[in-house]
């Protein structure tokens, strides 16, 4: 059975790379979805969407396609990603000096069905100047990442964190790993 990753995102590719898995990329179509006050719902359903999306694409189904979403939400909002500089640079305004939840949705299809789930983790930022801040979003590094911001860029103010760092990058490959590994070595 080979691994298709139904996302473009090239975290999630990192980071099953370096998990050890070869897979193939095919980029979902499916319009993401959003339930303002139910964050987990919203990235389990955009990741089986997405999943779903490429897995029914397919000629053959011997494929398991992996589908994922990640949002951060702050005082019980959903903060996806940025629509412009501007945006990154008030979202970051609002996540300074605060802790804030980063939920990743994921779902794994094949022709055995669905397995999903999701992960949560906790990041505290410390306090932002706004030149940081400014700096940060010049670099147009937040500009594809939910909450403005990735963990991987090295952004010194993020304080701490609780749960998988893989999880805010956007792929909770811990959770992940054991689902992908028995199914794609038992069903190959």
């Known amino acids: 059975m080979r691994l298709i990753l139904a996302s473009a995102s090239p975290r999630r590719r990192e980071i099953l790379s370096i998990a ?14 959003s339930f303002p006050n139910d964050p987990v719902r919203t990235v389990k359903e955009n990741a089986a969407g997405k999943a779903f999306d490429v897995f029914s694409s397919l000629k053959d189904d ?6 994922a979403d990640t949002v951060v939400v702050l005082d019980n909002k959903i903060i996806g990603k940025p629509k412009d ?12 000096g605060n802790t804030h939840t980063v939920y990743t949705g994921y779902a794994i299809v094949s022709k055995n069905g669905v397995i999903s789930g999701c992960e949560e ?34 952004f ?19 959770k992940i790993k054991p689902i992908l590994d028995d199914l794609l070595k038992n069903k190959a």
């Not at 897979?23 to 319009?31: G, M, R």
């Not at 010194?156 to 811990?174: A, D, M, Q, R, Y």
């Open 156 to 174: 010194v103010e993020i304080k701490s964190f609780t749960g998988s760092k893989n999880n805010i990058i956007g792929l909770p490959i811990e």
């Open 20 to 33: 050890g898995y070869t897979y193939s990329v095919e980029v979902s179509s499916f319009p993401e979805v």
């Open 85 to 96: 500089e501007q945006d990154a640079i008030n979202t970051l305004i609002k996540l300074s």
């Open 62 to 67: 011997g494929a398991a396609v992996l589908g």
């Open 121 to 154: 983790s906790k990041v505290t930022f410390g306090v932002l100047p706004l030149k940081t801040i400014k700096d940060y979003v010049a670099t147009g590094k937040p500009l594809d990442k939910a909450g403005s911001y990735g963990l991987q860029d090295g």
